[in-house]
């Protein structure tokens, strides 16, 4: 691929609005549904509370992170922490 041919694709404005979009519309309650048949699954029985806690834990856990890389709320979210600090 010559020069020209990169600058023209480049001022086309080409993105990843559309991956992104594929993703959090078919990706995303895919992984969810697994984790949840994944819990149902390996959480019930054997009365081991304490380990069903653990990865209903860790799946909270990852559900946040998730929510934050998916809704750009992260500056948001860190300049309250500062605050929270700072004053």
Do not use: Y
């Not at 990843?16 to 594929?22: E, I, K, N, P, S």
């Not at 934050?68 to 948001?76: F, Y």
């Amino acid at each position: 691929m010559n020069a020209f041919a990169l600058e023209v694709l480049a001022q086309d404005g080409l993105s990843t609005g559309g991956v992104r979009t594929w993703i959090l519309d078919n990706a995303v309650p895919l992984l969810l549904l697994a984790v949840a048949l994944l819990l149902l699954w390996m959480g019930g029985g054997k009365g081991d509370n304490a380990g069903v806690m653990r990865r209903l834990g860790g799946v909270v856990v990852a559900l946040a992170i998730i929510g934050l890389a998916v809704t750009n709320a992260g500056p948001q979210i860190g300049q309250w922490l500062a605050g929270l600090f700072s004053g």
